[in-house]
């Protein structure tokens, strides 16, 4: 607690995505998995943590010295504030939460409304802010996108690509925005969550439920089996691969519902991917595992020898990478976002374009058949997941922290509003 500078209590809050009960046996998105892990780091140091998410119902409940909590919103919570009807059914209860449980900084993942929290706070963006709008294309979303998040003492960015991507939106919000104060942190992986013996184990166990012999070559797809994941392009390139050799199988972990949507219509990537797969899926080429807790995950790791990641969409950071990299496997990654901060062309892993099939079918026929290659590439990844442990994800954390705590003036603090409605 010494090096917190007398901090005690931290609160995350998710403001996507839902919570698990059981963390680490549920299966669980990314922005979920990262404060997670960063939760249980802190609890280890001796803070005080929460971690909260909103959901239908109230629950409470502990692990491994973290305190979680599931909010339930204010359904009556819309009300007018300075001239205009406001819905504060989320914001009202976190409000609540951080003001009642007396804590020292709030840390919000995905969720840019800091106003009345009555305590120092900072942002942690995991994703591309503003997705889906060019860069040409902030404008006016970027102004009221800032005039929230400048509120926060900090903005932190999971990767250089996030925190260009936040810099480009404040440049846009005008010269009325609130100051930032963008800060890149990257997450971490336990690179030795597995021994090397339970690693060999577990290799020579999953590949036995899969069926594979010991020249088979097994890639692996990790996530949400959605669209924006490049699924239909990896099915288009291992049918065609599959087509050429025999020794070739996929596996894949994951399901559209790793995702929780809000609106909008459905993804029909996974189906169209079993399509696409039917032939092999028949041949029992491919292996849909569906839902893998994270606690479950590190055994299809050892039992894989690449790790397929062809989003299109402009990923945020990739914990699958260096999960991938921990267990010394190489992986494929596109050009998307901050892959390539993590994949090193001919170093780590390959790059491919994003949404090309043929590209990604070249890349995977490449380590299919160079098996001195996919060791080379495993080797350096696995180094670069020792050089990337939580804790010094932690370590940097509480540098932002402290940060935070020195720099939140007097017009941060609360105007009364919760003294009316709390």
């Not at 190489?330 to 590209?359: C, F, K, Q």
Request: one cysteine or more; glycine letters at 10%.
């Amino acid at each position: 607690m010494d090096r917190l500078g007398g901090m005690t209590r931290v609160l995350h809050f998710l403001g996507i995505g839902r919570l698990p009960k059981r963390p680490m046996d549920d299966a669980t998105g990314g922005t979920e998995r990262v404060a997670l892990e960063i939760a249980r780091v802190q609890a280890r140091r001796g803070v005080k943590v929460t971690v909260a998410c909103m959901a239908p119902e109230a629950w409470t409940g502990t692990w491994e010295g973290v305190q979680l909590r599931h909010l339930k919103p204010y359904p009556w919570a819309k009300v007018r504030y300075r001239g205009s009807l406001k819905d504060f059914r989320v914001h009202l209860p976190l409000i609540r939460c951080a003001r009642l449980g007396r804590f020292d900084i709030v840390h919000l993942h995905e969720y840019r409304f800091t106003r009345f929290l009555g305590r120092p706070s900072v942002v942690h963006f995991h994703n591309n802010p503003l997705d889906g709008l060019p860069d040409t294309g902030f404008g006016a979303a970027a102004g009221y996108f800032w005039m929230d998040l400048g509120k926060a003492q900090a903005q932190i960015a999971v990767s250089s690509f996030v925190g260009r991507r936040l810099q480009l939106s404040h440049e846009q919000a005008g010269p009325t925005a609130l100051p930032a104060n963008i800060v890149v942190n990257q997450s971490g992986v336990d690179a030795n969550v597995l021994s090397y013996a339970q690693q060999q184990e577990a290799r020579t166990r999953i590949r036995r439920e899969l069926g594979l012999k010991d020249s088979d070559v097994l890639f692996i797809f990790v996530g949400a089996v959605r669209s924006g994941k490049g699924v239909i392009q990896l099915a288009q390139a291992f049918t065609k691969l599959a087509a050429e050799h025999g020794n070739v199988h996929l596996a894949v972990a994951g399901s559209t519902k790793l995702w929780l949507d809000s609106q909008g219509p459905k993804d029909t990537g996974e189906q169209q991917a079993r399509a696409i797969l039917a032939e092999a899926l028949a041949q029992r080429r491919v292996s849909l595992l569906g839902l893998v807790a994270p606690a479950a995950l590190p055994p299809y790791y050892a039992a894989a020898d690449v790790l397929v990641m062809p989003s299109i969409f402009q990923e945020g950071f990739g914990l699958v990478i260096l999960e991938a990299f921990a267990a010394g496997i190489p992986v494929i990654g596109a050009r998307s976002g901050a892959v390539s901060e993590l994949v090193e062309e001919e170093r780590t892993g390959l790059l491919v374009d994003p949404g090309d099939a043929d590209s990604l079918h070249h890349a995977m026929h490449r380590l299919l058949l160079d098996h001195d290659l996919r060791q080379r590439l495993g080797a350096a990844g696995r180094q670069t997941a020792l050089n990337m442990p939580w804790e010094k994800t932690v370590d940097r954390l509480e540098k932002i922290y402290r940060g935070a705590m020195a720099s939140r003036s007097e017009a941060s603090r609360c105007d009364g509003f919760e003294e009316k409605y709390l």
